[in-house]
């Protein structure tokens, strides 16, 4: 049964390509993304393709923002199904080497780690 897919961070390498399958299986998708042009770009080929897409406009971190959005994605494809939230981005100022702890990286000054990332690269995960 066809259902109502949101997904944010939907203009993204990620979450374009989840979006694009899910509408290739039948599902209708809500395209939420800071970037709207991208958004619209993946909500553009889904349709060209004869799925239901809808791109809009949304940072995550806004509640009015996803208020406002949620009630616009309730008229024009109903209630949301579920939700994927894959929103956010790779920052080379927070992205570290290792994916987890290796002894050392405490010390580390050649590379980015866990220790020493910059409070400022961090918040770009955040932002
Ligand atoms: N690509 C990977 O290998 C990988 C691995 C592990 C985790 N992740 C995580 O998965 C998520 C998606 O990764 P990706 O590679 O597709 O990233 P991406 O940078 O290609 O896409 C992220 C999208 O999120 C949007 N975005 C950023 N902040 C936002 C906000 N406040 N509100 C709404 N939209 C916002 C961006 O405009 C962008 O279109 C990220 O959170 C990333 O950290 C990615």
Redesign the pocket.
């Known amino acids: 049964m066809s259902k109502v897919i949101v997904v944010?961070?939907?203009?993204?390498?990620?979450?374009?390509g989840f979006a694009e399958y899910l509408a290739k299986q039948g599902h209708k998708v809500a395209l939420?993304?800071?970037?709207e042009r991208?958004?619209q770009a993946v909500a553009d080929r889904i349709n060209a393709e004869g799925g239901v897409a809808k791109a809009y406009a949304?940072?995550?971190?806004d509640k009015a923002c996803i208020e406002g959005v949620h009630a616009k994605v309730l008229a024009d494809l109903g209630k949301c199904d579920i939700l994927i939230n894959?929103?956010?981005?790779?920052s080379p100022k927070c992205t570290t080497l290792h994916e987890e702890y290796v002894a050392g990286d405490e010390t580390a000054t050649e590379f980015l780690t866990f220790f020493n990332i910059d409070e400022k690269g961090f918040d770009l995960?955040l932002?």
């Open positions: 944010t961070g939907a203009g993204g390498v990620l979450c374009s939420l993304d800071l970037n991208a958004a949304c940072n995550v971190l894959g929103a956010g981005g790779n995960c932002t």
